[in-house]
Nanobody, 119 residues
Framework: QVQLVESGGGLVQPGGSLRLSCKAS????????MGWYRQAPGKQRELVAS???????DYADSVKGRFTISRDNGENTMSLQMDTLKPEDTAVYYC?????????????WGQGTQVTVSS
């Protein structure tokens, strides 16, 4: 059973920065795609940023230019650098990892970490 352990959430003022990390219990290059999702109270979970095995990245329009997703293959860790944070970024952030192999499929979620942007 793959485990994803998140860290780095917290309370920050508008305009501030936070860095989230997600450490996997297995080689992250075994996943086809990894991503960060968030869910605000009363809203659906949404994709914030993703990174594919080859290194390509994609971002939700609402975070483009402010958030950066990255990966440290040696540490089996994915990160999300969040800059110029806004109150509307407040949500629980979840790490996700998916593998599409028919022999070893995976769709794993972290436990979630709270990010609160408030003055």
């Amino acid at each position: 059973q793959v485990q994803l352990v998140e860290s780095g959430g917290g309370l920050v003022q508008p305009g501030g920065s936070l860095r989230l990390s997600c450490k996997a219990s297995r080689n992250i290059l075994s996943f086809n795609v990894m991503g960060w999702y968030r869910q605000a109270p009363g809203k659906q979970r949404e994709l914030v940023a993703s990174i594919i095995r080859g290194g390509g990245t994609d971002y939700a329009d609402s975070v483009k230019g402010r958030f950066t997703i990255s990966r440290d293959n040696g540490e089996n860790t994915m990160s999300l650098q969040m800059d110029t944070l806004k109150p509307e970024d407040t949500a629980v952030y979840y790490c996700n990892a998916r593998a599409y192999s028919p022999y070893d499929p995976a769709d794993c979620w972290g436990q979630g970490t709270q990010v609160t942007v408030s003055s």
